[in-house]
Each structure stands twice: as C-alpha cells, then as structure tokens.
C-alpha cells in the first residue's frame, strides 16, 4: 500500500509504474484502488500525515475498503 499526495494523480501514477520513483520501484506495478480528492492542499497534508502517522486512521481506512485490498 502506498500513501501519497499529488495535484496530478494520473501523471503521479504513472512515475510511479514507470519505475521513476524509488521508494515504489520493487512493488510494481501499482494499482489505484482509493482516493480521496480535497479543494484545499492544507487538508489533503493533513490528511496524509494522519494515515501514515496515526495507526488508528490507516487502521480505519482498510477496513472500509477491505474488499478492495484482496
């Protein structure tokens, strides 16, 4: 699983499939089965730093998209 944020997801993706980025390199390829959209970049952070800071809000998200994961 990866978290991130980005303005562009569609062009994020694909660095990211096209082994550009290093940290998902060995995990190809990746597919998108979440996300969340925020108008404000503030709130987009926020939310990132929770997820990957707060188990309890990772814990959450993958037992609303459990199905999604198998």
Do not use: C, W
């Not at 699983?1 to 390829?29: A, W």
Request: net charge positive.
């Amino acid at each position: 699983m990866y978290i991130g944020s980005t303005k562009d997801l569609r062009k994020r993706l694909e660095l990211h499939n096209s082994g550009q980025v290093f940290s998902t390199k060995s995990r190809l390829p990746l597919e998108l089965i979440y996300y969340e959209a925020y108008k404000a970049e503030y709130d987009a952070r926020h939310r990132e730093k929770n997820l990957k800071l707060r188990s309890n809000a990772f814990a959450q998200l993958k037992k609303r998209i459990q199905y999604s994961l198998t």
